[in-house]
């Protein structure tokens, strides 16, 4: 069985293993100039010499390339359940060769069990490889950026894109099983899985542990602290940029500023704090901090900011991790049922 | 335990659709079985129950003693080539050979490969492109190189030309000769059957009709011709199946246990292919007027 799972697999196999090594040569030899860049420029940093030009200089050199290998690592679970998954089960129930399959002397459950780990340790390995390059080469930029909550970045680092590899490859299987054909196996297979990575970080991760809010009261003392206030929706809303919150959190939500009823306050109604502008403030016209902050003050306003700390990195990479693979767990147990079961 | 395959009241139904209906059989060891009817009588639902394919909704069925795919080693006793033939396309014929070897503990390398051999098929050929006889014959191989102690195959001769057809069941029956293997076959051609069958199974829509060895069978059936007369006019001894009605004269297909009396009527015996006919007539004219003739005008 194992012998027949490899020789179906094999093709599939071989073409995945000559993408992995060609993309895993572009990352070495750009990735080890990259972190000698960086060293380099690193050293120039001295209390009397600001780096920070050369840093970002650095960042905007390999941003495109950046961006490339990360839209890899995020596609790569993607299309493994497509290509992997979808026609693991359903070429068999499109071609009708699982009568020949099933009428060997396996009992179709070790079949079935017997494709799913081997493919699915495939999967695992093929995005363990690719996740771990991407966290290696990215490192540098990581450290720039400073963001390790970014969507982007939280989905193509360390260990979450190995669950959706499993999760992804039971998705397209399940989805073959059920279906019995490979292409709208494999269209569901693909709508699933991006409709999940669209929900996952917007609405999921960012509510997986219990979030920190911390509330500022619009005075000179917090905008001394910001960048700025600015405002938007043609000045139905003020916002203070820049509060201060725990380096490298992940800050989920910073309503407008409201006022002690919670109401959000119109920039329109306190022009007299926005001098220098006729008509409502837009962003980016020059709004002096201090005195408009000064003056706001005496409204009683507030803002505030719900963060993750960036302690919950760890946490939310394991908790994402265990729902994938649950998730995977739960559609391979609807397989067995079903090929168990319902005979096809 | 001397049945291959015993039902009791199996059927099968497709949401709606009734496939095989109150279907109860007991086939004895060492036959060579043929199941005919008409294309969508349910002999495809039938054999992929007995293989374990396909689960019934009612009733029980065992096959050489046990439940169908009861386990690996009841799979191991029954080799099954389904309609069309199924392959891997992209796997060659020595893969195929080794997919048995690896997949059957009993499973027999030389019987294999004397008769890919004999067959001339390039071992290495993707079944792909193997022609659609010689696919069959390579999904034949690879069932009964497993050396089952039942065969079933569904319609295996269906795509076949006539010479492929001849040679297909030539070969089947050379092999279930030497291992002493039992058979069931179907088709909806009753002179696909005709050379290789001693037992008989009619499935007409959903229903058997009639089971028995052919010998059995033929010797049981006659043919009988006479002037015009009802079906109610005839010995009670005899069963009609059949009936058709000139100005002139009857003629019945009837079945008789004993031999049928001399009489007012000239009887002959049936070739298997009028026998399964009649059969296969008398249910159709009962299923099209239901109402009016509830037994049909054949009784």
Same mark, same amino acid.
């Given at each position: 069985?194992?012998?027949?799972?490899?020789?179906?697999?094999?093709?599939?196999?071989?073409?995945?293993? %000559?993408?992995?090594? %060609?993309?895993?040569?572009?990352?070495?030899?750009?990735?080890?100039?990259?972190?000698?860049?960086?060293?380099?420029?690193?050293?120039?940093?001295?209390?009397?010499?600001?780096?920070?030009?050369?840093? !970002?200089?650095?960042?905007?050199?390999?941003?495109?390339?950046?961006?490339?290998?990360?839209?890899?690592?995020?596609?790569?679970?993607?299309?493994?359940?497509?290509?992997?998954?979808?026609?693991?089960?359903?070429?068999?129930?499109?071609?009708?060769?699982?009568?020949?399959?099933?009428?060997?002397?396996?009992?179709?459950?070790?079949?079935?069990?017997?494709?799913?780990?081997?493919?699915?340790?495939?999967?695992?390995?093929?995005?363990?490889?690719?996740?771990?390059?991407?966290?290696?080469?990215?490192?540098?930029?990581?450290?720039?950026?400073?963001?390790?909550?970014?969507?982007?970045?939280?989905? !193509?680092?360390? =260990?979450?894109?190995?669950?959706?590899?499993?999760?992804?490859?039971?998705?397209?299987?399940?989805?073959?099983?059920?279906?019995?054909?490979?292409?709208?196996?494999?269209?569901?297979?693909?709508?699933?899985?991006?409709?999940?990575?669209?929900?996952?970080?917007?609405? =999921?991760?960012?509510?997986?542990?219990?979030?920190?809010?911390?509330?500022?009261?619009?005075?000179?003392?917090?905008?001394?602290?910001?960048?700025?206030?600015?405002?938007?929706?043609?000045?139905?809303?003020?916002?203070?940029?820049?509060?201060?919150?725990?380096?490298?959190?992940?800050?989920?939500?910073?309503?407008?500023?409201?006022?002690?009823?919670?109401?959000?306050?119109?920039?329109?109604?306190?022009?007299?704090?926005?001098?220098?502008?006729?008509?409502?403030?837009?962003?980016?016209?020059? =709004?002096?901090?201090?005195?408009?902050?000064?003056?706001?003050?005496?409204?009683?306003?507030?803002?505030?900011?719900?963060?993750?700390?960036?302690?919950?990195?760890?946490?939310?990479?394991?908790?994402?991790?265990?729902?994938?693979?649950?998730?995977?767990?739960?559609? !391979?147990?609807? !397989?067995?049922?079903?090929?168990?079961?319902?005979?096809? | 335990?001397?049945?291959?395959?015993?039902?009791?009241?199996?059927?099968?139904?497709?949401?709606?659709?009734?496939?095989?209906?109150?279907?109860?059989?007991?086939?004895?060891?060492?036959?060579?079985?043929?199941?005919?009817?008409?294309?969508?009588?349910?002999?495809?639902?039938?054999?992929?129950?007995?293989?374990?394919?396909?689960?019934?909704?009612?009733?029980?069925?065992?096959?050489?003693?046990?439940?169908?795919?009861?386990?690996?080693?009841?799979?191991?006793?029954?080799?099954?080539?389904?309609?069309?033939?199924?392959?891997?396309?992209?796997?060659?014929?020595?893969?195929?050979?080794?997919?048995?070897?690896?997949?059957?503990?009993?499973?027999?390398?030389?019987?294999?490969?004397?008769?890919?051999?004999?067959?001339?098929?390039?071992?290495?050929?993707?079944?792909?492109?193997?022609?659609?006889?010689?696919? @069959?014959?390579?999904?034949?191989?690879?069932?009964?190189?497993?050396?089952?102690?039942?065969?079933?195959?569904?319609?295996?001769?269906?795509?076949?030309?006539?010479?492929?057809?001849?040679?297909?069941?030539?070969?089947?029956?050379?092999?279930?000769?030497?291992?002493?293997?039992?058979?069931?076959?179907?088709?909806?051609?009753?002179?696909?059957?005709?050379?290789?069958?001693?037992?008989?199974?009619?499935?007409?829509?959903?229903?058997?009709?009639?089971?028995?060895?052919?010998?059995?069978?033929?010797?049981?059936? *006659?043919?009988?011709?006479?002037?015009?007369?009802?079906?109610?006019?005839?010995?009670?001894?005899?069963?009609?199946?059949? @009936?058709?009605?000139?100005?002139?004269?009857?003629?019945?297909?009837?079945?008789?246990?004993?031999?049928?009396?001399?009489?007012?009527?000239?009887?002959?015996?049936?070739?298997?292919?009028?026998?399964?006919?009649?059969?296969?007539?008398?249910?159709?004219?009962?299923?099209?007027?239901?109402?009016? *003739?509830?037994?049909?005008?054949?009784?």
């Amino acid at each position: 069985m194992i012998w027949l799972t490899w020789r179906q697999f094999r093709v599939q196999a071989l073409t995945a293993l %000559a993408i992995l090594a %060609a993309a895993a040569i572009c990352l070495l030899v750009t990735g080890l100039r990259m972190h000698h860049t960086y060293a380099a420029d690193l050293a120039t940093c001295t209390p009397r010499h600001d780096c920070s030009d050369a840093l !970002s200089a650095f960042g905007k050199s390999y941003s495109s390339a950046f961006n490339l290998t990360e839209l890899l690592v995020i596609a790569a679970p993607g299309l493994i359940g497509i290509f992997w998954g979808a026609p693991l089960i359903g070429r068999e129930l499109e071609t009708g060769t699982n009568q020949l399959a099933w009428t060997q002397s396996v009992t179709r459950s070790r079949w079935l069990a017997v494709k799913l780990a081997g493919v699915g340790i495939a999967s695992i390995a093929t995005a363990a490889v690719l996740s771990y390059l991407l966290t290696w080469w990215a490192g540098p930029l990581d450290q720039i950026n400073g963001n390790r909550f970014a969507a982007m970045t939280f989905s !193509s680092r360390d =260990i979450v894109p190995l669950a959706y590899a499993v999760f992804a490859f039971a998705l397209g299987t399940t989805a073959g099983l059920l279906l019995r054909r490979t292409l709208p196996a494999m269209a569901v297979t693909l709508a699933v899985f991006v409709g999940i990575q669209i929900l996952v970080p917007t609405l =999921i991760r960012p509510n997986l542990l219990p979030s920190t809010t911390v509330t500022f009261p619009v005075n000179k003392t917090t905008a001394s602290q910001a960048t700025g206030i600015y405002t938007s929706g043609g000045g139905a809303e003020i916002y203070i940029a820049g509060l201060p919150v725990p380096p490298g959190a992940w800050v989920i939500s910073a309503p407008p500023v409201e006022d002690s009823s919670g109401q959000a306050v119109a920039a329109y109604n306190h022009l007299n704090c926005f001098p220098g502008t006729s008509g409502p403030p837009t962003k980016g016209t020059g =709004i002096d901090v201090d005195q408009t902050a000064a003056c706001l003050a005496a409204y009683h306003l507030h803002q505030s900011v719900t963060y993750q700390p960036a302690r919950y990195y760890w946490p939310l990479q394991w908790y994402e991790t265990g729902i994938f693979l649950a998730l995977a767990g739960a559609l !391979s147990c609807i !397989s067995f049922w079903w090929i168990r079961r319902r005979r096809t | 335990m001397n049945a291959v395959l015993q039902a009791h009241a199996l059927g099968k139904s497709y949401g709606q659709r009734q496939a095989l209906t109150d279907c109860t059989l007991e086939i004895p060891l060492g036959h060579v079985v043929g199941l005919v009817g008409p294309n969508g009588a349910g002999k495809t639902t039938l054999l992929k129950i007995a293989c374990g394919m396909l689960a019934p909704t009612t009733g029980r069925i065992e096959v050489l003693g046990e439940p169908p795919a009861a386990g690996p080693a009841q799979l191991a006793r029954v080799g099954y080539v389904a309609q069309d033939t199924p392959t891997y396309a992209s796997l060659s014929v020595a893969d195929h050979l080794k997919l048995g070897a690896k997949l059957n503990p009993r499973w027999d390398a030389n019987l294999a490969r004397a008769r890919i051999d004999q067959l001339d098929l390039d071992p290495r050929q993707r079944a792909g492109k193997l022609s659609g006889g010689q696919r @069959a014959q390579l999904a034949l191989t690879v069932a009964v190189a497993k050396r089952p102690e039942l065969l079933i195959l569904d319609e295996p001769v269906a795509s076949l030309d006539p010479l492929a057809r001849r040679d297909f069941l030539r070969h089947l029956m050379e092999s279930v000769a030497e291992n002493d293997t039992s058979v069931i076959l179907s088709s909806h051609l009753v002179s696909d059957l005709e050379r290789v069958c001693d037992y008989l199974i009619v499935l007409v829509a959903s229903r058997v009709l009639l089971t028995g060895e052919t010998e059995d069978l033929l010797a049981q059936h *006659h043919r009988i011709v006479c002037s015009r007369r009802q079906a109610t006019d005839l010995p009670p001894e005899l069963d009609v199946i059949w @009936a058709e009605h000139t100005d002139r004269q009857s003629t019945f297909i009837v079945r008789s246990q004993t031999e049928v009396p001399a009489g007012y009527w000239s009887a002959q015996h049936l070739e298997l292919e009028d026998l399964v006919l009649a059969y296969m007539e008398s249910a159709a004219d009962r299923g099209r007027r239901p109402t009016t *003739h509830p037994t049909g005008d054949a009784r």
